[in-house]
């Protein structure tokens, strides 16, 4: 049986394919929770509770409600300012992560749409309707 690698013309090196594997792997199990992680769900260790709703309470203190899209836990409370500043950063970092995930899938879409475009243009499936 011929080796596939021999078979493909000069220059074409197999393309790696986007996997889920590609996306950061959240942390699996229940990681104990504290009062200071308002990031982590106390009813499932989800680390992807946001706030719904947020104002100033007294005194360098903020009056947050939260929820958890994983288990649909739904809490809140009034919390110190450091706090606060801790979940506004885990927020931050939770966006940052989304981004590159949407920079990652988007590329990957955008290679996937010009192969499919350089088929057809190989295979003159092309004409002057499609554009």
């Not at 021999?6 to 990681?31: N, Q, Y």
């Amino acid at each position: 049986m011929p080796d596939p690698q021999s078979t493909r013309p000069a220059g074409d090196t197999p393309k790696a394919k986007l996997e889920p594997s590609s996306f950061e792997v959240r942390p699996a199990g229940p990681a104990p929770r504290t009062q200071d992680d308002l990031h982590v769900c106390p009813g499932c260790a989800s680390h992807l509770v946001y706030p719904t709703d947020w104002a100033p309470a007294e005194r360098r203190r903020w009056s947050v409600e939260l929820r958890c899209p994983d288990c649909e836990w739904r809490g809140g409370g009034i919390y110190d300012q450091a706090v606060v500043d801790r979940f506004d950063e885990q927020l931050d970092l939770g966006t940052e992560s989304l981004v590159e995930d949407l920079q990652l899938l988007s590329r990957s879409n955008m290679e996937d749409e010009i192969e499919r475009f350089a088929a057809a243009l190989l295979a003159d499936a092309l004409l002057p309707e499609d554009f």
